[in-house]
């Protein structure tokens, strides 16, 4: 059994900052190889890619945090880390933490989610 817990969630003001964090668990979960990724859920709306890295550490963000969000992981502490920075009103929603096999890419996990709320 393989969890994904996220935190760091909250309120914060716009031009605010917020740091989630994702640790992974699991008897025979191997973090390092996954390609860990996090995702965003705002009301009425898709759940949409805002950010992911390889193994490696190549990243790749959605356009609308470009410059303003950074991914990172720790394999030490099977971590990833989303750090948010400049938050505007359009960044509210459900942040999920995701996991996905760099091969078998149907072996995929996701987080319950943490709430972040940007308003003034």
């Known amino acids: 059994q393989v969890q994904l817990v996220e935190s760091g969630g909250g309120l914060v003001q716009p031009g605010g900052s917020l740091r989630l964090s994702c640790a992974a668990s699991?008897?025979?979960?191997?973090?390092?190889?996954?390609?860990m990724g996090w995702y965003r859920q705002a009301p009425g709306k898709q759940r949409e890619l805002v950010a992911t890295i390889t193994s490696g550490g190549n990243t790749n963000y959605a356009d609308s945090v470009k410059g303003r969000f950074t991914i990172s992981r720790d394999n030490a502490k099977n971590t990833v880390y989303l750090q948010m920075d400049n938050l505007k009103p359009e960044d509210t929603a459900v942040y999920y933490c995701?996991?996905?096999?760099?091969?078998?890419?149907?072996?995929?996990?996701w987080g319950q989610g943490t709430q972040v709320t940007v308003s003034s």
């Open positions: 995701n996991a996905r096999h760099p091969i078998a890419t149907h072996i995929d996990y």
């Open positions: 699991g008897s025979i979960f191997s973090f390092s190889p996954y390609v």
